[in-house]
């Protein structure tokens, strides 16, 4: 019996199968098996007989992806997450046959089979953070951006939200980063602990690129009106430390003061 696909495997499908016009193209092309090597074609093969052929679909717009010159750079790790999974796929369909383990070439590949081989099924999530890890900004999939994008908006809508610093200048730049931003003035100050304890849940555990990307957004709001920048500067610090920031914002700040 074949294992079950993988997570990540079934998030690709579910995102390019909402893609309506992309996926039917995709579904209607040939298949490119001839042009993979012969132990991933059979580790693909194994793996696009589950969930009704949909998997395959999916593994034919990952191959666009990575032939395409200009592919998104977020497309292009999603494609390499996608086929560095099938090749984890491929290894523990081979070791439950053969019991051998994968190429002591790969490390990363022989310690998710190992873990598989110890956990089965619940190994799922430390797979998960072996192979994908914090996220670098500049290795962000579809999925990460996603999320990335969803924390600046959370971000700015808290960080903004005293009535005071929302001055022209300084919404006129939040609207740059999204055109919809609106506050909620009814809002007390619970509302405002909950949303700084979210956003502190979101950025947890995040890769110090990714610390320093929302350090910048910071500055980027504080440095929007310059008649408000002293006590701006001064609700940032207490912000920035609230979520771990406090070392990349004052970098920063400091940086850009000298």
């Known amino acids: ?20 016009s992309v996926w039917e193209f995709f579904s209607a092309a040939p298949t490119r098996e001839e042009q993979l090597g012969a132990a991933e074609r059979q ?24 032939d395409l010159e200009d592919s998104e750079p977020s497309y292009l790790e999603t494609a390499k997450l996608f086929n560095f999974y099938t090749r984890i796929y491929g290894d523990r369909c081979a070791g439950e046959v053969t019991g051998d ?30 192979v994908e890890g914090p996220r670098e900004l500049g290795r962000l999939d579809i999925f ?31 609207a740059a980063y999204f055109a919809d931003l609106t506050w909620d003035e009814t809002a007390d100050e619970h509302a405002a602990d909950k949303g ?7 950025l947890a555990g ?8 929302f350090a910048f957004v910071i500055l980027d709001l504080v440095m929007a009106d310059a008649s408000l920048e002293e006590r701006s500067a001064n609700r940032a610090r207490t912000f920035a ?18």
């Open 196 to 202: 700084r304890e979210q956003l502190a849940e979101g």
């Open 241 to 258: 430390a609230d979520l771990q920031l406090a070392d990349s914002f004052g970098h920063l700040y400091n940086r850009k003061s000298n």
């Open 144 to 174: 990460s951006q996603a999320r990335l994008r969803k924390l600046t908006r959370e971000l700015i809508l808290e960080f903004l939200r005293p009535g005071w610093i929302r001055t022209p200048p300084v919404t006129a730049l939040a």
């Open 43 to 66: 580790a693909r093969m194994q793996l696009y007989t589950l969930g009704n052929g949909e998997l395959e679909i999916a593994g034919r717009i990952v191959t666009a992806i990575v």
């Open 1 to 20: 019996m074949l294992p079950e696909a993988l997570p990540y495997h079934l998030r690709v499908r579910d995102h390019f199968r909402q893609q309506t």
């Open 101 to 130: 383990p994968a190429d002591a070439e790969y490390p990363l590949r022989v310690k998710a089979l190992q873990l598989w081989r110890e956990k089965e099924e619940q190994a799922g999530p430390e797979i998960s953070l072996l």
């Open 206 to 213: 995040a890769h110090g690129s990714v610390l320093d990307y």
